[in-house]
Structures are given as C-alpha cells and as structure tokens.
C-alpha cells in the first residue's frame, strides 16, 4: 500500500501520506512510514513534520527519545516543536529533560505560551522541586498569563505536590476565576501536606464534587493513616456521590489493608466487580496486597495468578513474595521469587526487602548474605532498610556478635529501626549487657519515643535491677514522653471494635467482660481437671 502511494501521481501523494500518518497505529509502522518519507526528501515539509513530531511525542505510542532525535535535526525549531516536546517530557519517566527544553527555549529567545507553563509546572510536580517552581511561577507573573485559569490549576498542584501548601493556597485564592479542578488540585495539596482539617473544610466548602474530590478526600485519610474515617468517606460516597473509579478502589484497598478488615476488604473486591471496574494492574497488585496483610494468604495467591496471564510488573510480585514472608510462609516466598526469575521479572530493591523479610522470619542466614550480595550484583546500592533488615536476620538467628560486627562496619550511620532490631535479638537470646548499651544509644537517637525507655526498662527489669527499670519510667515523665497504650481491632460482622488494655469505653464493655470472665473461669476449671486427673494417675 505505501509503494503504491509513492508510484502514484505526485499530486496525490501528499495527501495519501498524511492519511496514512493519521491511520499510523504503532511506532514500528510508523517508522516505515518515516523512512519513506525521508527517500521521497518530503518529511521536513510543516504538514508531515508537525505530524510526525505529534505522534511520536504524545501518541499512546509515543517514543519520546525518537522524537527527540527528529527534534535535533531541526534548524530553527518553533514554539509549536518545544511545546509538544516539552509534553511529552512530561508524561514521560523523565520529567528533567521539560526543564532543559524549557532553558533552552529562553536561550533562543522563543517565548513561551499558555501551553508551555502547565507542562513546565507539571514536570516540577513530578520532581518535587519547589524551588525551581516558584522561578517558574515568576516567569508566568511577569509573561502575564498568571490569570490564566490552566496554569494557575497547575501552580496549584505543583505547590501541593511539593508540600507548599501555603503557596497553593495563595494562588487559589487570588485566581479570578475557578473551576472544579482548581478546588480538587487545593483538595488534593492538603491531604498530601497531611493537613486533614483543611483537607475535610475545602471538600465541606465544595458546591459541586465529582470521583477526583471523593478519591482524594479518601486518599488523604488514608495517608495521614485515619484509615477509619477513610472507610466511612467511601460508604457515603456510595450513598451520595458518584460511582467510584480506580483510584478511589486503591486508596479504600490500603485502608482494609492497614486494619487488617477482611471482610470489608472482600466487600471492597465485590464492588469492584458488582460496577465492572476495570482490573487493571495496579488495583490488581491492590487487592494482592490487602489480602496477604489481613491474612487471607490463600485469596491473595488467587488473584495473584490470575494476574500472570496478563502483563505483570515487578510490584504485584513483591506483594505477593512479601504477603508469604509476613505470615511465616518462607519456602513458598523463596518459590516464588525463583518462579519470577524464570519468567525474567527484573527485582527492585523492595523485592529484596521481602526476601530478606523471610529469611529473618524462617532463621535462613546463609540465603539472607547471598540476597543481600545480589543487591550489588543486581546494579543496585542496599539502603538504611535492607541494612536494617540483614541485621534483623542476624539478630533473630542469635548471630549477634555477628550483628555487632555488621553494624560497625556499615557505611552509614546506625539506625532506630537497625539498633532496635539488634535490641531485640539481645533481650531474646539473653545477651543482656549488649542490650543495655543499644538502649542507651537508642534513647540519644530518639529522646521522645515512648517505646525506647520502655525497651531499656524491661532490660534493667530482665537484669533484676529494679531501681534503673523504675528510673526509665520516671526519665518518661520528666521529660514528657507519654506511652502511647497499644490496642487491638476486630472485625465482626464488617464492623470494626478498638479495644485498649482495661478499656471500658466501649457501648458492650459489661457484656464482653462478663463473658471474658467466664472464659477464664472455664480456662481455669480445665486446668483445675487436668491436674486432678494427673494426681489419680
């Protein structure tokens, strides 16, 4: 078909070639297309060129580093070429290339538009990088589209996305004019900044909502850890709001995952098939996810397979591996990792967390030093948690001179959660002078953590050494460290009960005390039988 275009009449043969472009529907036709352009030395004329940089720049095919080249090759590259390159920076892994596109674009004194600035912004929402932001923001007040409801929206998001929700505020406010996505880009800058209050005053304020203001409403509880309330948004986001998308099912997922609420979270998968939501893989990985951390290992493995019939990634893996290593399930999370090398999923360093994770669990030392060798081998640096890991490994196996050793050789300075897991190992296996010198050393890391006298108290207690035990307790007070108590949650019915040592706040208490009473005292009347029984042997 594309010969017979260029042995046609040459009259024709341009518009048979932007028809073609426009029917192009994967990149390796497209290149084919190109070269045929360039033979008949027609590809630099503006309908094709334009067209060839559109699509290989901001196609659902695109590839961004093709469309660069072709961008090279251009003398005097316009506006039109910059911002379509830009875009596609922006949307792509690699959101720095925008900026120096964006430099290099005032260097050649080509002016920016109102399509430049939010795919700038954009890629500085993705880099966190207010600083550079905020000269961005003064090129936009001094090119005076700072009325520009487009780019405003963008400023707002970008403040948010870098935690200067102060900033995003100030925008909001002084925009003449304001939509539905400026108040869901405010909305979305609280919860990110952990202001819930905010957050909950900006959606109440809200005349109209749609799926983006409920999903961030959720997604903002659930990332302040008010896993509850984010719970309670969706059920009367279910009464009164619209039908709910994907990214509200994966926000409500990692709620029942943080509760460990089984059965809300099956009801959670119900919905999701009940409204026809697409399975994608990140919902998918979702549900893998809540259903190995409420223990429903068995629910977990099937949507797990399920999902490697289908494009898989590298995090659907992990929170498969690490779901197993959690519940004790080692051999099977070893299985599986060898299962993913087969099929050639390339691990992160998340996955060699897990894997660590369950050598710790399952006392394998040998397999935990190989893992954490691979980290190198693998092109990648261990991190504060995989050196925080390996020390758990040594510390749960009683390896603690081992451990010891480990930390003093580490290149970086130890952490809480290293010195804590080394605490651990110590107490367990006895080695209590040890223990009290990383308790110490704990408590100069975090002076105002509750949890770290507690630890240091229970050595001393373990030592006999009451007066030091009581001192730890007293240490708390004068320096103004509150125990923050431990509780417990369980589900019944699809309802959620907190329960605190001694707790009587709950609307059941005397009933559920009465009962626990009676156990008890069954738990005692059947051992008071065993011993009777042991005497007449």
Partial sequence: MLNAAVSSNPATVTQKFVTFLAKCKSISEFKKLHALLITCGIYKE????????????????????????IFLQTENPTLFDYNTLIRGYSNSKNPCKSLSLFVEMLQN?????????????????????????RNVHCCVLKTGFDDDLYISNSLIHMYGSCADVL??????????????????????????????????????????????SWSSLIDGYVKDGEYSEALAVFEKMRLQGPKANEVTMVSVLGACAHLGALEQGRAMHGYVVENRLPMTLVLRTSLVDMYAKCGAVEEALVVF????????????????????????????????????????????????????????HGGLVKEAWCFFDSLSK?????????????????????????????????????????????????????????????????????????????????????????????AMREAMDTRGVKKIPGFSVVEIFGSLHRFIAHDKAHPESDQIYMILDFVLWQMKLDNDCEEQEQLFM
């Fill in 167 to 212: 900033s995003a505020r100030k925008v909001f406010d002084e925009m003449p004019v304001k939509n539905l996505v400026s108040w869901n880009s405010l909305l979305d800058g609280y919860g990110k900044c952990g202001d819930v209050v905010s957050m909950r005053e900006v959606f109440d304020s809200m005349i109209e909502r749609d799926v983006v």
């Fill in 46 to 69: 503006t309908q094709f060129y334009s067209r060839i940089l559109n699509f290989t720049a901001l196609s659902d095919s695109s590839n961004i580093g093709y469309a660069h080249n």
């Fill in 378 to 470: 693998d092109g990648m640096k261990a991190k504060c948690e995989h050196y925080a890991c390996m020390m758990d490994v040594l510390a749960r196996a009683g390896r603690l001179t081992e451990a010891y050793q480990f930390l003093c050789k580490m290149p970086m300075e130890p952490t809480a959660s290293m010195l804590g897991a080394l605490l651990n190992g110590c107490i367990n296996h006895g080695k209590l002078d040890l223990a009290e010198k990383v308790g110490k050393k704990l408590i100069e890391l975090e002076p105002f953590h509750d949890g770290r006298y507690v630890g240091l108290s229970n050595v001393y207690a373990l030592k006999k050494r009451w007066g030091q035990a009581k």
């Fill in 109 to 133: 004194e080509v002016v920016p538009d109102h399509f430049t600035y939010p795919f700038v912004v954009k890629s500085l929402a993705k880099l966190s990088d207010v600083r550079i932001g």
């Fill in 305 to 360: 397979r399920e999902a490697l019939g289908r494009k898989t990634d590298v995090l659907i893996w992990n929170s498969m591996i690490g779901g197993l290593a959690t519940h004790g399930l080692v051999t099977e999370s070893l299985e599986l990792y060898k299962e993913m090398q087969v099929l050639k999923v390339r691990p992160d360093e998340i996955t060699y967390l897990c894997l660590l994770c369950a050598c710790a």
